[in-house]
């Protein structure tokens, strides 16, 4: 089939890939969902399901503006990969260059024990430990014992160096640079970028990667009248079904503290900038945001055998799999495709704790975006990460949504 023709009939020959997903709005588990697929320079499908608002019978639109969590991380970490090649820090560089709140940090002697049981850290926190998670900072969700209960204790809602002061006062859970622990290590390296370049992280990502890539729509709030394009944060309730008390409205200034990995804002067409700028080796139509060297190494597996061995939050997610900065990278096809569905080598991605989620495979050319606003049950780690819920018709949308896609395209 020419590409011509496939492009022009590409919406109906994917139209069954829509149905995992209608099927989990129609149930009632799931207020609506913006999904897209794009392929060797052509989007070929964009599905819009469901409602942006439930109450308000406001449909999804392609423009709908979604709070992407986790997937602000690589966008930061873009950034940061962007002062690198002026020379303003290297991964190699102890963060406390710029966070001297985190030198002298001390080290849990048992991960599960007291946090005055500690022993000091063999060396300071670099820049490469906070874009590999391997810094030995945590989430609250991410550990158990006295140090998850101390991050739960830290709240966001405060000013970035009130937040600092405060992490960095706990003890890390292992020695920097051992293990990858999933953690606000972005939200760290956020604070050095703003430190930096003597600005907000807000005006850093827009100056370098949303205003170069056209993201016209993505940043830590949105204008007044690009509110009503929101989607509503829903929680699934087991007993009452969607409810839309889990979050406020989106917010319409810059909050005190710009969170470099949960933060953003986007929406489905934004987000594939990025994601085509990272697949076509830091540049999109013309306009070059990152080296070819820098995309290279966020896109490499940096984690030893060792390392892999260690469960990511529950899960053996390593399995086929590798993390480069901030991007988990696929390293064994056929593996991965058992527990993750397919994906050529090399394909890359980092979800969301709401449901989003993305993937660009640069084996197959293809870039997949699958987005929905559900709240996580945070007492479960992995569901911290995916969004998804113990209800298998929602949990299973997007791995079916993906399978379904790829075989469509005989991928």
Same mark, same amino acid.
């Given at each position: 089939?020419?590409?011509?023709?496939?492009?022009?009939?590409?919406?109906?020959?994917?139209?069954?890939?829509? *149905?995992?997903?209608?099927? +989990?709005? %129609?149930?009632?588990?799931?207020?609506? &969902?913006?999904? #897209? !697929?794009?392929?060797? $320079?052509?989007?070929?499908?964009?599905?819009?399901?469901?409602?942006?608002?439930?109450?308000?019978?406001?449909?999804?639109?392609?423009?709908?503006?979604?709070?992407?969590?986790?997937?602000?991380?690589?966008?930061?970490?873009?950034?940061?990969?962007?002062?690198?090649?002026?020379?303003?820090?290297?991964?190699?560089?102890?963060?406390?260059?710029?966070?001297?709140?985190?030198?002298?940090?001390?080290?849990?002697?048992?991960?599960?024990?007291?946090?005055?049981?500690?022993?000091?850290?063999?060396?300071?926190?670099?820049?490469?430990?906070?874009?590999?998670?391997?810094?030995?900072?945590?989430?609250?969700?991410?550990?158990?014992?006295?140090?998850?209960?101390?991050?739960?204790?830290? *709240?966001?809602?405060?000013? +970035?160096? %009130?937040?600092?002061?405060?992490?960095? &006062?706990?003890? #890390? !859970?292992?020695?920097? $640079?051992?293990?990858?622990?999933?953690?606000?290590?972005?939200?760290?390296?956020?604070?050095?970028?703003?430190?930096?370049?003597?600005?907000?992280?807000?005006?850093?990502?827009?100056?370098?990667?949303?205003?170069?890539?056209?993201?016209?729509?993505?940043?830590?709030?949105?204008?007044?009248?690009?509110?009503?394009?929101?989607?509503?944060?829903?929680?699934?309730?087991?007993?009452?079904?969607?409810?839309?008390?889990?979050?406020?409205?989106?917010?319409?200034?810059?909050?005190?503290?710009?969170?470099?990995?949960?933060?953003?804002?986007?929406?489905?067409?934004?987000?594939?900038?990025?994601?085509?700028?990272?697949?076509?080796?830091?540049?999109?139509?013309?306009?070059?945001?990152? *080296?070819?060297?820098?995309?290279?190494?966020?896109?490499?597996?940096?984690?030893? &055998?060792?390392?892999?061995?260690?469960?990511?939050?529950?899960?053996?997610?390593?399995?086929?799999?590798?993390?480069?900065?901030?991007?988990?990278?696929?390293?064994?096809?056929?593996?991965?495709?058992?527990?993750?569905?397919?994906?050529?080598?090399?394909?890359?991605?980092?979800?969301?704790?709401?449901?989003?989620?993305?993937?660009?495979?640069?084996?197959?050319?293809?870039?997949?975006?699958?987005?929905?606003?559900?709240?996580?049950?945070?007492?479960?780690?992995?569901?911290?990460?995916?969004?998804?819920?113990?209800?298998?018709?929602?949990?299973?949308?997007?791995?079916?949504?993906?399978?379904?896609?790829?075989?469509?395209?005989?991928?």
């Amino acid at each position: 089939m020419r590409p011509a023709v496939f492009s022009r009939l590409a919406p109906v020959i994917l139209a069954e890939n829509r *149905s995992p997903i209608s099927e +989990a709005v %129609d149930s009632g588990l799931l207020a609506g &969902a913006v999904t #897209l !697929v794009w392929r060797r $320079g052509d989007v070929l499908q964009v599905n819009e399901i469901g409602h942006r608002d439930v109450e308000a019978q406001l449909p999804m639109r392609r423009d709908t503006i979604f709070r992407v969590a986790s997937m602000t991380k690589p966008v930061t970490v873009a950034a940061a990969m962007g002062l690198a090649e002026e020379g303003r820090l290297a991964l190699s560089d102890p963060i406390t260059r710029w966070v001297p709140e985190m030198a002298d940090m001390r080290v849990l002697a048992d991960p599960a024990g007291p946090l005055t049981d500690t022993v000091p850290a063999q060396r300071p926190v670099t820049v490469e430990d906070l874009v590999t998670h391997r810094s030995g900072l945590a989430y609250a969700f991410s550990v158990g014992g006295p140090i998850g209960r101390a991050y739960a204790q830290v *709240s966001l809602r405060q000013d +970035a160096d %009130d937040w600092l002061a405060e992490v960095a &006062a706990l003890p #890390l !859970v292992h020695q920097p $640079g051992e293990r990858l622990t999933y953690s606000q290590a972005t939200e760290v390296l956020g604070i050095a970028l703003a430190r930096i370049e003597g600005k907000s992280l807000g005006e850093v990502l827009r100056e370098r990667i949303f205003e170069p890539l056209g993201m016209a729509d993505t940043g830590f709030h949105v204008s007044e009248d690009k509110r009503p394009r929101a989607a509503t944060m829903y929680r699934l309730d087991g007993r009452e079904g969607l409810r839309h008390d889990a979050m406020g409205p989106v917010p319409v200034r810059e909050p005190r503290f710009c969170q470099g990995g949960a933060g953003l804002l986007s929406t489905a067409d934004d987000y594939l900038r990025f994601a085509r700028m990272l697949l076509g080796g830091g540049e999109v139509d013309g306009v070059r945001v990152l *080296s070819a060297e820098s995309v290279r190494m966020m896109r490499t597996d940096r984690l030893t &055998a060792e390392q892999k061995k260690h469960p990511f939050l529950g899960m053996p997610f390593w399995i086929g799999r590798g993390f480069g900065l901030n991007l988990s990278v696929v390293t064994d096809p056929a593996q991965s495709r058992r527990l993750f569905g397919p994906g050529g080598l090399g394909t890359f991605s980092w979800p969301g704790a709401y449901g989003t989620w993305w993937q660009a495979d640069p084996a197959n050319d293809l870039i997949l975006i699958y987005l929905i606003q559900n709240y996580p049950d945070l007492t479960s780690a992995a569901a911290a990460v995916a969004g998804n819920t113990s209800l298998a018709k929602l949990q299973s949308a997007q791995p079916r949504f993906v399978r379904r896609t790829y075989a469509a395209l005989d991928l």
